[in-house]
């Protein structure tokens, strides 16, 4: 069962800006819940990105602050990640997932999106 669709990815010079998305299952979707963007490069660990509370305090990695964004539409059960003046280092796949104690709630992931910084 599919439960976190990414899409938004793509290929991009640096300094350019993307917009990622994840629609969330409905089934596991709370407005209360904490969401979070997660990526991870090839032989890199998967990383904390941002998150977001249910109130819309959002919290970020020092390494992606003040040039990223999450944002959420619980209408639409769907997180958002815009991201601005990429850099190569921010090329990896992207998730989300509920964030709980810390880390991702659920070990099941989805897809993810690619995000290629490269001139």
């Known amino acids: 069962q599919v439960q976190f669709v990414e899409s938004g990815g793509g290929l991009v010079q640096p300094g350019g800006a993307l917009r990622l998305s994840c629609r969330v299952s409905?089934?596991?979707?709370?407005?209360?819940?904490?969401m979070a963007w997660y990526r991870q490069a090839p032989g890199n660990q998967r990383q904390l990105v941002a998150s977001?509370?249910?109130?819309?305090?959002?919290n970020y990695a020092d390494s992606v602050k003040g040039r990223f964004t999450i944002s959420r539409d619980n209408a639409k059960n769907t997180v958002y990640l815009q991201m601005n003046s990429l850099i190569p280092e921010d090329t990896a796949a992207y998730y989300c997932?509920?964030?709980?104690?810390?880390?991702?709630?659920?070990?099941?992931w989805g897809q993810g999106t690619q995000v290629t910084v490269s001139s």
């Open positions: 997932n509920i964030l709980f104690n810390g880390g991702p709630f659920f070990n099941s």
């Open positions: 977001i509370t249910g109130g819309g305090n959002s």
């Open positions: 409905r089934t596991i979707f709370a407005p209360v819940s904490t």
